[in-house]
């Protein structure tokens, strides 16, 4: 079946590390994404890794990927107030799956 | 990466009327697809427009609700017909990078109010 889980809100402190983790069910998965979506804006492709990978680093994001347990997340080190939005993470099955998004609050 | 423009980025209209979308990529794709985001939801797949065929559409979605045209490789139009309240949403396009259904970028959204 197609199901992409997410927890619904992450608050941190400015400066430390977020951690938000996903789950989906379809292990015919070629990619898995991250996308950021800021108030009143679109999505923004934030960074994907390939399903044969098991983490893809880029700057301040660290994705990793379990692919035995179907779960994914994305690090974003040194969280920043200007990081402060919606991210979804998403699976390719030939079209794109969605979570419901985790919403992550930075505190100054 | 691809730069996708949309536009109306927001309306409010009428119960009973319909409202078009435009969407344009700034390079030639094969497919564009067209999402709904519900307030407070994830997004949703409407249909897949290719150039020169009809579109695919999802589950829970018909042609006659959601009209597509997709008249070259740059360009695709989303309408919204005979709107209730139910239809307010956010609705965005994309496309793919190279043309695939890979690495999709999304414009920035129309915001659809309906009274």
């Known amino acids: 079946g197609e199901d992409v889980e997410q927890s619904l809100f992450l608050s941190v402190r400015e400066g430390d590390s977020s951690v938000i983790n996903c789950t989906y069910t379809d292990s015919s998965s070629t990619y898995l994404y991250w996308y950021k979506q800021e108030p009143g804006a679109g999505l923004q492709l934030l960074t994907y890794?390939?399903?044969?990978?098991d983490m893809k680093q880029d700057q301040r994001l660290t994705v990793l990927l379990n692919k035995k347990d179907k779960h994914l997340s994305l690090r974003i080190a040194d969280t920043q107030t200007g990081d402060s939005a919606i991210y979804f993470c998403?699976?390719?099955?030939?079209?794109?799956?969605f979570g419901q998004g985790t919403t992550l609050q930075v505190k100054p | 990466s691809a730069v996708i423009s949309q536009k109306p980025s927001r309306d409010i209209c009428q119960r009973g009327t319909s409202l078009t979308i435009q969407c344009q990529v700034d390079s030639q794709v094969t497919m564009m697809f067209w999402y709904r985001q519900q307030p407070g939801q994830s997004l949703t797949l409407i249909a897949t427009?290719?150039?020169?065929?009809?579109?695919?559409?999802e589950s829970g979605f018909v042609i006659d609700k959601f009209p597509i045209s997709r008249p070259n490789l740059t360009f695709s139009t989303l309408t919204v017909s005979n709107m209730s309240p139910e239809d307010s949403s956010i609705y965005l396009c994309?496309?793919?990078?190279?043309?695939?259904?890979?690495?999709?970028?999304f414009g920035s959204g129309t915001q659809l109010s309906v009274l």
């Open positions: 427009a290719n150039q020169g065929s009809e579109a695919t559409y």
């Open positions: 890794i390939f399903s044969n990978m």
């Open positions: 994309s496309a793919g990078q190279g043309g695939t259904n890979e690495k999709l970028f």
């Open positions: 998403a699976e390719s099955i030939g079209k794109l799956i």
